[in-house]
């Protein structure tokens, strides 16, 4: 995650970009797994710049965010999830920030250039929490990486670029956050998997196919112990895994979502005969999922889960290592 700041420089490569003078979607439990990872990675390789990450998070306050009251924990681990809090719990939160944790990359014709509003370009006086609205995952991470790298950014702006990134390189590493796709039956896309249904093992009841990327496989292949699944997914950090995830960018992370979107995700459920082809979702207000309309739900099989799991758990280790 924190590898996002120093792109092929290595762990000590971020020290550099939080010093001024030298010059982080997933559900709560991904987010908040992704961020101890990377704890756990600076605790090793860079214990000073874990001193500075945090000693910046301990100014945080509910009021970080212009016009906002949202409050989470000073840890990392907590910090990871604030983005979601603010798009969730504030109306001009939502507003500004809620096109900026997915990029839409379209399942049948990758276009980057579309899903990202055509790379809106910040002013000399903006300032990245607040613009572009009309933007994408992979703008932001690089919008705010440059504001943590300028020593003319402000103490609060830095503040604020951290804690979106802590965010963001975690929901670009989650498949479906990199990819929609058109039913060609009926014509209507689906939201990066919101508007598909899935029914596993007994399951009786829809699930959406991105609620289950977000939340179910993370409980299914880590359980619920956040700390032990940071302790756990360490084994896949290896010293090569580790060389070679440090590498990138972040169109170049959110590619490899994509790929992995249609190999794992979709794969395996879209090409499968659906079970039911009328089912309305509910948004959580209780009336239908406007987005939606009918949608088709499929009943995917353990292997299914199988492969998905080993795909959540790498995912989770490559952004807590980026």
């Given at each position: 995650m924190l590898r996002a700041f120093a792109r092929a420089g290595g762990t000590l490569g971020v020290l550099a970009l939080l010093w001024p003078?030298?010059?982080?979607?997933?559900?709560?439990?991904?987010?908040?797994?992704?961020?101890?990872?990377?704890?756990?990675?600076?605790?090793?390789?860079?214990?000073?710049?874990?001193?500075?990450?945090?000693?910046?998070?301990?100014?945080?306050?509910?009021?970080?965010?212009?016009g906002a009251n949202v409050s989470v924990g000073h840890d990392i681990a907590s910090e990871a999830t604030w983005a979601d809090l603010l798009r969730e719990n504030n109306g001009k939160g939502k507003e500004v920030t809620e096109l900026w944790h997915f990029v839409?990359?379209?399942?049948?014709?990758?276009?980057?250039d579309k899903p990202c509003f055509g790379h809106p370009t910040l002013s000399d006086t903006d300032v990245a929490s607040q613009k572009?609205?009309?933007?994408?995952?992979?703008?932001?991470?690089?919008?705010f990486e440059n504001e943590l790298k300028n020593p003319q950014t402000s103490a609060a702006e830095k503040l604020l670029a951290l804690k979106f990134v802590l965010h963001f390189v975690g929901d670009i590493h989650q498949p479906l956050h990199a990819a929609t796709r058109t039913d060609p039956d009926v014509q209507h896309e689906d939201f990066g998997g919101n508007c598909v249904g899935i029914l596993h093992g007994a399951a009786r009841d829809p699930e959406r196919l991105h609620s289950y990327w977000d939340t179910t496989l993370v409980m299914a292949a880590l359980g619920k112990d956040e700390n032990q699944a940071a302790v756990s997914l360490m084994s896949l950090v290896t010293p090569d895994s580790n060389q070679q995830w440090s590498k990138g960018t972040p169109e170049e992370w959110a590619q490899e979502s994509y790929?992995?979107?249609?190999?794992?995700?979709?794969?395996?459920?879209?090409?499968?005969?659906?079970?039911?082809?009328?089912?309305?979702?509910?948004?959580f207000g209780g009336g239908p999922d406007k987005r939606c309309g009918p949608s088709k739900v499929y009943r995917i099989d353990p292997s299914y889960n199988q492969q998905a799991i080993k795909v959540v758990k790498?995912?989770?280790?490559?952004?807590g290592v980026r």
């Open positions: 003078s030298m010059s982080f979607a997933w559900g709560d439990e991904g987010h908040r797994i992704v961020a101890l990872v990377a704890a756990k990675i600076l605790s090793t390789d860079s214990p000073e710049t874990l001193q500075k990450l945090n000693s910046i998070l301990a100014t945080d306050s509910p009021a970080a965010w212009p839409d990359i379209d399942y049948d014709k990758p276009d980057l572009p609205v009309q933007d994408c995952v992979i703008d932001k991470i690089d919008q790929r992995l979107a249609k190999s794992s995700a979709y794969a395996g459920v879209i090409d499968t005969a659906p079970v039911q082809t009328d089912f309305v979702f509910k948004e790498e995912q989770l280790a490559k952004a």
